[in-house]
């Protein structure tokens, strides 16, 4: 292994990054749902969840079910 080397990221890994971001940063996605109205607090639970379905081990389909299932909620409620 050498020093510049770097692990490929899983599918999965993939899609939690775009969708809200790893580690102390948030995505341009959840960074956009500002516009919508979504609340700081709001943004990190929905962040809190998805990230939580990727430890768990759900698939890609599951994870992009769960962030969709998250956000429908808050949405509805600012409507």
Do not use: C, H
């Amino acid at each position: 292994m050498g020093l510049f080397s770097r692990k490929e990221k899983s599918p999965e890994e993939k899609l939690v990054s775009e969708l809200v971001g790893t580690g102390f940063s948030m995505s341009k996605n959840l960074t956009n749902l500002r516009k919508e109205g979504v609340t700081s607090v709001e943004m990190k639970f929905i962040k809190d969840n998805v990230i939580s379905a990727w430890k768990s081990g759900k698939s890609v389909k599951k994870i992009q079910k769960v962030y969709d299932q998250t956000l429908r909620e808050f949405l509805a409620v600012k409507k």
